[in-house]
């Protein structure tokens, strides 16, 4: 499957994603009312949140030919975001792989990296986003919908990352071992309220993927 953040428009009769049988992907979750924040760009919604075996799939509410997805290979980081000072809403915090790594260390180092355009509010080049925000208008679905996240992504591992001995970085309430999709776990020894920024500081695998909110104040 494709990195990055692509454009998907196909829906069935009933609204919902098309999905790869032949892939054995089907629907385990679906969320109504989410608005969907990509990079720095406004809040487009409402929509709803399809989480699918392999991906995740957002579609408008009010223009049928809106619509996002994202597979869970590219997702190299969800977490539930809490921190007002990164975000003013709840939500659902992801970091993108774009697969565009490999041709900067091509470029000159003094160039500026590009930024994605925007036309009438939207992102215009998909694959530029880098960080995207699932907001639930109900912020009590968070820690579900986190939870679902956590089950899918398990099953999805990264060959590159399993050859390599290192772990996906998914913040989970605890190691995801497969209770069933969107099962509660017993142990919870990790607390969801923590604050984002302060734990991809101080985190050095993190120091390339921290949100750039101090550097926009």
């Not at 071992?177 to 020894?189: R, T, V």
């Amino acid at each position: 499957m494709a990195l990055g953040l692509s454009l998907v428009t196909e829906r069935t009769e009933a609204g919902a994603p098309v999905v790869d049988a032949e892939s054995d992907e089907s629907i385990a979750h679906i969320q109504p009312d989410v608005s969907i924040v990509l990079g720095e760009g406004p809040a487009e919604g409402p929509g709803t949140l399809y989480v699918t075996t392999r991906r995740l799939v957002w579609f408008s509410n009010d223009d049928v030919h809106k619509g996002y997805a994202v597979t869970f290979i590219a997702l190299t980081m969800h977490a539930i975001s809490r921190d007002v000072e990164a975000y003013p809403e709840p939500c659902i915090y992801t970091q993108i792989e774009t697969g565009k790594e490999d041709d900067e260390f091509e470029e000159d180092d003094d160039a500026e990296e590009p930024l994605p355009a925007e036309i009438n509010g939207s992102v215009s080049d998909l694959s530029l986003v880098e960080e995207m925000r699932l907001v639930p208008k109900d912020p009590s679905v968070l820690d579900h919908l986190f939870q679902v996240l956590c089950d899918c992504a398990l099953l999805n591992p990264d060959a590159e990352v399993d050859q390599e001995g290192e772990a996906d970085w998914i913040f989970d309430e605890d190691e995801v071992l497969g209770n069933g999709i969107g099962a509660k776990h017993e142990n919870n020894n990790v607390d969801l309220n923590v604050d984002l920024a302060e734990l991809l500081h101080h985190d050095p695998r993190f120091e390339d993927a921290e949100e750039e909110d101090s550097d926009s104040k």
